[in-house]
């Protein structure tokens, strides 16, 4: 028997079978495309999402390993705060905004005047943001009157045979769930306008939630009959998948942004004010969770800028592992991250001369990676929930010296993922849902590969410099601002 | 008639002839190589050095336009600092230190110590400096005994047939002048050891102090008994040869470092404490400077780093001319340069999103070089001495719509001279020896180019932005400090 993941993120869906053991036997992925029909606005195509799934698994069924294996069960990775409108038989009515469209930026000031802060940070565990899909439901008028509002999570499951039905960590993304009392907050939701009953029934990732119909199972390949799943979040899944354990083990991502997720056995307290986000994924499972907006993101626009081809950037990394190059680097390309949610932040790269090199900058935008997840981890501990041993995943965790120098930067070993864990989550939350495996903690760990130590020669120069990093943000605070003003 | 002007540079030699209406009609150029020997160390061979004149005023000489119109008097721009012992004939025992070589470190810090570097400013009208000549003359051990130390200029001038004797610029940049007084400063010389009866006789640039010798003219093509004409510091041929008079106008040299000069007719009161360098030239003229340590490298630097070609970086220019990025770009590549004189002093790249472009990267960059100019300017009218009416010399001042951002990013009219600055007024110099102009004022303008006004659209953004660049290098200091700590 095997299990299927299914990932679907913002700029492409990737599909794996894996076995009992957790290893992947088959795997197929293909982009999808993001529309940005007006300023502000991005947004994905269901249908296209959809088509893209169906080929995909088509694909990873037809593979000899999974014809010699077949698929048991199925479960979903889901990018956060898309949501889209559907009619009564599950049509899609519109396109699913992703994370970053800007049409719920209104709504969200709105709730902030009328709730607080504060009391939408308790209700929902997470800082009040305009992301978040409440938002975007309130906000747009323009949208066909729907049946229901689903992420493309339930919408790909419901097309599959699944009823409408959502996992407490997606509906804990849309900024409308109370997380203590594991329903929708009627105060959220009576404050933007927004009908409860417009809204999927809330389940434990792991949950049934129907079977794949004869129709599917054309498309697919997949037998008609196995169980659907209930998945979750992708920062969630990649935590499963990744290796991430309460109290035991946490898991930093390092893709388009870095984020470092722990696990705990209850909710954390302690974390109001703090731009963490922290919502609950099955019993005895809770995840905290804060990020950088630019990671993965910030070296791409570096590589494009000196013009360093693939092969070349890897070279660059390599090279720039050797010794610290006496710059910093502020990453806030993209606004300053979750955790001080400061959209004025900008980036900068400090102590240049006429020295440095292509490679000293390489390294610099690494080690900003590090010194980010260690202020983060930092931050953690102080709101009393330390991080653990760390398992790195996502691709920005595939180069060895890459992921040396982000190590060396943190403070942290950080040992190397060989795997996809978002669509490892996936797949093994599809097990839990066949009891496949008891808990979370049975899930077999995932493959690992290098584990990066920082380096004794380093220590004390790298905490000098966590020292100025953490410094430097507050230090130019009033610069971006200036800069932000004109 | 024609005049000739030598420029001796650090990086190679210019040989140029003018009419009497300050109009080029012969040049010829060519680069000499910057030895490195040893870390810190910094050196021209003064052979290699003389061979490059010979060869080039031969051709010169040789051109139609000379040929029609035979030299008459002849000067010299001469790079500052670099100075070499020689002996009872003349004859160079050792390469001349250029003013990046640091051997001079420890005997400037020795005459902090002795006589403070208000007193040393106050003697020599510049801040004390490690770069400065009497340091390495002290500092050399090394060399062997010598009957004189000459600066390059001195030195090529007795090759052709002059008697040893250094103008009022070069004696102040060497920072053992007494430049009230107009004598080499006892106290200084005392505190280094070094023998006043080793340096050269003082005169003011245009003096009369040889001519031709036979066995030049054979070498160079150049009448035997063409008068030799004491010639200046570079900065200073600049400010006579780009246009800059005593509070008429000021210049601004946009070179390797860019630079602001203004005249005065007597000695400024109130540089005390400030970065400014202020010697005499002539009677009734006094040239007062700041500059950056960085200002075409830091464009070198970044043009390398991006990766464009010459041909591109120009239209790199043009493109980022359009409107102002919202970056904010400290150009310290080499230090803060003369005003703040702050050796801990880095360049920084602020205001970063992942929108930034290439060319906003080359806009933000030569705003720079503006505010900087800007900042000079305001230092220079709180110490009594304001900028006049700006001329802009040097490669940098070259492109228009360079010139055009730094305009407007200084908020002062540039207007660009058509001409290459020194070693016009080396020649300008030279008419002044043989009476072909009274004083510096009779000098004919130079030819200018492009006249570029801050334009009134950006006026009020570069306003906010100039306080904001003032500001930042203060913000700074700490994490320029601690990343030079590391």
Known sequence: MSLLGIDLGTSGVR?????????????????????????????????????????????????????????????????????????????????????????????????????????????????????????????????????????????????????????????????????????????????????????????????????????AAAWTGVRAGTPIIAGLHDQAASFVGGGGRAATSCVVSFGSSDCLTVGTASRPIGLDGTGFASYPVRENLWVTLAGTAAGGWALT???????????EWEALYDVSAQAPP???????????????????????????????????????FLEASGFEIAKIADALARSGVPPTQAYAVGGGARSVSALQVRADAAGIPLTGVAANASTRGAAMVAGLGIGAF???????LPPVGFRAEPRHEHTSWYAAQRATFAATYQTLRPVNQALAAL
């Open 438 to 444: 008891g808990t979370v903690t049975d899930v077999p």
């Open 326 to 364: 006496g710059l910093l680097v502020m990453p806030y390309f993209a606004g300053s991250g979750t955790l001080d949610n400061d959209p004025d932040a900008r980036a900068a790269v400090l102590g240049l001369t006429l020295e440095t090199s292509r490679s000293d900058l390489a390294r610099a």
């Open 15 to 215: 599909v794996a079978a894996y076995d009992l053991a957790g290893g992947e036997i088959a795997a197929a992925s293909a982009g999808t495309t993001l529309h940005r029909p007006a300023p502000g606005l991005a947004e994905l195509d269901a249908e296209e999402v959809m088509a893209a799934v169906i080929r995909l698994c088509a694909e990873v069924t037809a593979s000899a390993p999974v014809r010699a294996d077949p698929v048991e069960s199925l479960s979903f990775a889901v990018l956060g705060e898309a949501v889209l409108p559907v009619d009564g038989a599950g049509k899609a009515l519109a396109p699913a905004p992703v994370s970053m469209d800007r049409r719920g930026e209104t709504t969200a000031a709105c709730l902030a005047d009328v709730l607080g802060n504060r009391v939408v940070q308790e209700i929902t565990g997470q800082p009040l943001h305009p992301m978040f899909a409440v938002h975007k439901i309130s906000a747009s008028a323009q949208w066909p009157v729907a049946a229901q509002y689903q992420s493309l999570g339930e919408y790909v499951a419901g097309q599959l045979g699944a009823r409408p039905a959502v996992d407490l960590t997606m509906a804990a993304r849309t900024g409308a769930f109370d997380v203590q009392r594991r329903q929708w907050s009627p105060d959220i939701l009576d404050a933007l306008g927004v009908n409860a009953t417009t809204l999927a029934e809330v389940v434990s990732a792991g949950t049934v939630v129907g079977a794949v119909s004869t129709e």
């Open 301 to 311: 626009w570096l590589a494009d800028l000196v013009r360093a081809t693939g092969q």
